[in-house]
């Protein structure tokens, strides 16, 4: 939108075995891509995990192509140019330091008008860092602050976004644009005290419920439920997720990190998944290729499919007050009594704020363990 790029890098390399492989950098993430096949001039680049691919022809120097969402109906141009190494231009100095805390606005003074809070750390012009929400964050950003200019971007195979600003040494002022299909204004100053609603109270039970109940198909066609043997004395964990969403896979990362290393403990994890592809097959591939390459041990059931449209979601979970976010976490005792639900999830590109949820969490699991 407004004739924006969107930039990120990438590293393609020949293996000896002559495979081709991606690494897509995003500050400190770095995505594999693997799933890569070449016919003549032309180049189909799978991205893992979701749904989205690169469509293109190439030259010694250049890729032209599109990146495409089939099911969504979003194709967005695409073109790499070899040896590029910048992200963004380099054309002057930085003129301010934005490292800090920013407590921000999107879409300030309308009805879809929400808070965020901006996490950042710039070394000379290089700006790294990320804008958490109530419901989650937008990942790994990169850019560069030059003089009262700042440029985020990313891409983790499901979204492009791209952050515009001006700032000055407390206010920043922009554009958030998302693909070549989205866009909002944000605005926000420098509050090294501000911080965000509790995510573990936005949504709950309502009255006269008293348990999390339900009963959805997994990969075999078998119906699970809460009141299946497996679930029974056990501390589970319910995540309400989909395959095509980032904020997810880092969670659905995290749980399959927590299983594995308390392996021993009578803890089960059981995913709901909303989809938005058109038919339950459709659904069920997206589902087995995300367990196939996380490592996903527990089940993902399928809870919806043809929409992830938040409030048919919460149709399926009458009990809960509404589903504010994909991932929406669950907690359930051993008596089977909901403990705490969470709403979003803040992934490792939140730095403290990540460690300090993975501390509570598993802090939080052991008390129920230790329960009579």
């Known amino acids: 939108m407004d004739n924006k790029i969107l930039p990120f890098n990438f590293i393609l390399a020949r293996e000896d075995k002559g495979d081709y492989t991606i690494e897509i950098h995003n500050a400190d993430e770095i995505i594999s891509v693997n799933e890569i096949t070449f016919k003549k001039d032309s180049i189909l680049i799978k991205l893992p995990v979701f749904e989205g691919y690169i469509a293109a022809t190439f030259t010694a120097e250049t890729i032209d192509g599109v990146f495409r969402i089939d099911n969504l109906n979003r194709e967005v141009p695409f073109k790499a140019s070899y040896g590029v190494k910048e992200r963004f231009v380099r054309d002057g100095q930085p003129l301010y330091n934005v490292t800090g805390s920013w407590e921000t606005e999107f879409s300030p003074s309308t009805q879809n008008s929400y808070m965020a809070k901006g996490i950042f750390k710039q070394i000379d012009d290089r700006v790294t860092g990320t804008f958490r929400t109530a419901t989650g964050d937008y990942r790994y950003l990169e850019?560069?602050?030059?003089?009262?200019?700042?440029?985020?971007?990313?891409?983790?195979?499901?979204?492009?976004?791209?952050?515009?600003?001006?700032?000055?040494?407390?206010?920043?002022?922009?554009?958030?644009?998302?693909?070549?299909?989205?866009?909002?204004?944000?605005?926000?100053?420098?509050?090294?005290?501000?911080?965000?609603?509790?995510?573990?109270?936005?949504?709950?039970?309502?009255?006269?419920?008293?348990?999390?109940?339900?009963?959805?198909?997994?990969?075999?066609?078998?119906?699970?439920?809460?009141?299946?043997?497996?679930?029974?004395?056990?501390?589970?964990?319910?995540?309400?997720?989909?395959?095509?969403?980032?904020?997810?896979?880092?969670?659905?990362?995290?749980?399959?990190?927590?299983?594995?290393?308390?392996?021993?403990?009578?803890?089960?994890?059981?995913?709901?998944?909303?989809?938005?592809?058109?038919?339950?097959?459709?659904?069920?591939?997206a589902i087995n290729r995300l367990q196939d390459r996380i490592g996903v041990e527990y089940p993902i059931l399928l809870a919806q499919y043809a929409s992830s449209d938040k409030t048919l979601a919460q149709d399926k979970l009458p009990m809960l007050n509404h589903i504010l976010s994909y991932p929406t976490t669950i907690i359930i005792d051993k008596t089977g009594q909901v403990r705490k639900i969470h709403t979003g999830f803040n992934g490792p590109a939140t730095g403290n704020n990540y460690l300090s949820f993975k501390k509570d969490f598993y802090s939080f699991i052991d008390q129920l363990l230790a329960e009579k």
């Open 143 to 285: 850019g560069i602050q030059q003089g009262d200019s700042l440029k985020l971007s990313t891409f983790d195979g499901a979204h492009a976004y791209l952050f515009m600003g001006k700032v000055s040494d407390n206010l920043m002022e922009g554009v958030f644009y998302s693909g070549n299909h989205f866009k909002e204004s944000f605005v926000a100053k420098r509050n090294e005290n501000f911080d965000l609603p509790q995510t573990d109270e936005l949504t709950y039970l309502k009255e006269g419920y008293d348990k999390l109940e339900f009963s959805f198909p997994d990969a075999s066609g078998k119906m699970v439920s809460l009141d299946d043997e497996a679930y029974k004395d056990k501390v589970v964990v319910v995540q309400i997720m989909g395959t095509w969403c980032p904020n997810c896979l880092d969670e659905t990362k995290f749980l399959v990190e927590y299983l594995k290393e308390n392996a021993d403990k009578d803890v089960r994890v059981v995913a709901l998944a909303f989809e938005y592809v058109k038919t339950p097959e459709a659904a069920f591939k």
